[in-house]
């Protein structure tokens, strides 16, 4: 049996940019590409925090250093320059490999530049 699991995140990311006219993708600074463990066309999930917008595409590179996370094509209508967005991916893992594995949190500041990573999210308490 195969799990789907959280295999990296982007937390609180901004966007940057929004261009309709595009290609559809999202690019991604590359700094915040390799912290985070994503490939480039890689599937991508998007979860705009300040629409409700969740949609799919894929990763492709920004100019590393840069801070761009630029939603592009038709995407480029469920977000806004701005918006905070949380980009995640997800792996197939074998139902024995799930207790070893753990995910890549990268968490950003409000200029996408990295406040700290983590390999688990915080309890919730009620």
């Known amino acids: 049996m195969e799990i789907t699991l ?5 937390h609180q990311a901004t966007v940057t940019l929004t261009e309709l006219e595009y290609e559809g993708s ?16 890689e599937q991508i999930h998007i979860y705009n925090l300040n629409n409700g917008n ?33 980009i995640c991916c997800y792996a197939r893992l074998l139902q ?5 594995f753990k995910p890549t949190l990268v968490y950003l500041d409000g200029s996408n530049q990295i406040i700290r990573t983590s390999n688990q999210i915080p309890i919730q308490a009620a």
């Open 6 to 10: 959280l295999k990296s995140k982007l």
């Open 26 to 41: 999202c690019a991604i600074d590359a700094d915040l590409l390799s912290a985070a463990g994503i490939h480039e066309y």
């Open 54 to 86: 969740r949609f799919t595409t894929y990763a492709i590179q920004a100019e590393a250093g840069s801070g761009v996370i630029s939603v592009n094509g038709a995407a480029a209508h469920k977000a806004n320059k701005g918006d905070r967005v949380i």
């Open 96 to 100: 024995h490999e799930v207790a070893n």
